[in-house]
């Protein structure tokens, strides 16, 4: 009984981990400057911004800036899509070891827990679901 409530208590602030861990990179990301954001394929408006004030570019400096940066973000893009089988199989392998652990009962347990926070944890790897054209990365084989 005391191993089962002390593997429930260490999987539990694991969760809770992940999901602080999380939550921190959303609010770091969202409040960083160099955070890209807004259409697909752009670089964030208000970075290109600074980095014009700041840096005083020409306007031929920030169109050619504009371009490597969204090249940059397609290249993510496709390094994003090129790890995504890996995640996804590396959260199978690692949900299939501990269900090894698990009770028939507990697995069940498991599998509603994982459904629920799955979303989360994809997003969190690979980014919102709609950024990833039809289909997206994001179901799980």
């Not at 539990?12 to 960083?32: E, Q």
């Not at 997003?123 to 709609?130: A, D, I, T, Y």
């Amino acid at each position: 009984m005391k191993r089962w409530i002390a593997f429930l208590s260490v999987t539990g602030l694991f969760v809770i981990g992940i999901l602080i861990g999380a939550l921190g990179m959303r609010l770091y990301d969202t409040h960083h400057v160099f955070v890209p954001e807004g259409p697909p394929g752009r670089a964030h408006p208000f970075f290109i911004r600074q980095i014009e004030a700041r840096l005083e570019l020409t306007p031929e400096q920030r169109r050619r800036i504009e371009d490597i940066l969204e090249e940059a973000h397609a290249e993510a893009e496709e390094f994003r899509e090129e790890m995504a089988p890996r995640v996804h199989a590396h959260l199978a392998q690692t949900h299939e070891r501990i269900a090894e652990v698990l009770t028939e009962r507990q697995r069940e347990m498991l599998e509603t827990m994982i459904a629920r926070h799955r979303g989360r944890a994809l997003e969190w790897f690979l980014g919102p679901p709609g950024r990833h054209g039809p289909g997206g990365l994001h179901p799980v084989p």
